[in-house]
């Protein structure tokens, strides 16, 4: 099952992603990278790795979702505990110089980017039955992952106000505007938060 997925992603078991993915992964397992460790940028890891940017970028995006590393904008990627995840504002990370930093952690993302789409939709900036940019260009505009842009469209799509597929993008539905007018006059969150 999980290579059908692999292959639908994209990420066959002969892919660049799918060998980072589990270069990076043994080196989880094995204790090259420790919980705390910050990984080598992306650039490193394509020079080290002779892979494309696209390819490290698919890969730790993958990693982030399992829960095994955590990216904090313009800092790095830090291993994590997928039993034991990051809370609070801080976490304490050991640099690749081995130097110990306390570095901010991120606020979650998804309200934010939610409340950007919504407003958006309602201020005509996406028509009703326009498609909305891209994954690329909206994780790049709000600084996170495609996991979590996902993850903070899903309920806009649950209540219908997004729909569309991985193939065709992701549109406004012909209805959202009145859909989201209907929830704020009935008290509940358009937004599905």
């Not at 080598?40 to 020079?47: A, D, I, K, T």
């Not at 979702?65 to 830090?78: C, E, P």
């Not at 939610?114 to 498609?131: F, L, N």
């Not at 729909?163 to 012909?174: A, H, K």
Request: proline share 6%.
């Amino acid at each position: 099952m999980q290579r059908l997925l692999d292959l639908g992603e994209g990420l066959d078991e002969a892919s660049e992603a799918h060998r980072v993915e589990t270069v990076l992964r043994a080196g989880i397992a094995d204790g090259t990278y420790e919980v705390g460790d910050v990984l080598p940028s992306p650039e490193r890891l394509c020079v080290q790795l002779g892979v494309r940017d696209e390819s490290v970028r698919r890969a730790l995006a993958r990693l982030a979702q399992a829960g095994l590393t955590l990216g904090v904008s313009a800092l790095g990627t830090v291993v994590t505990d997928p039993d034991e995840p990051p809370s609070g504002s801080t976490i304490q990370v050991r640099t690749r110089s081995g130097q110990i930093q306390t570095w901010t952690l991120p606020r979650t993302q998804s309200p934010h980017i939610r409340a950007v789409i919504t407003a958006r939709i309602k201020d005509g900036t996406y028509p009703e039955g326009s498609r909305i940019p891209g994954t690329k260009a909206l994780t790049e505009e709000f600084g996170t992952t495609e996991g979590t842009l996902k993850s903070a469209l899903r309920p806009l799509k649950k209540r219908g106000i997004l729909s569309g597929t991985r193939q065709e993008g992701t549109f406004v539905d012909s209805s959202a505007r009145s859909r989201l007018a209907s929830a704020e006059l009935n008290g509940t969150d358009p937004r599905g938060a």
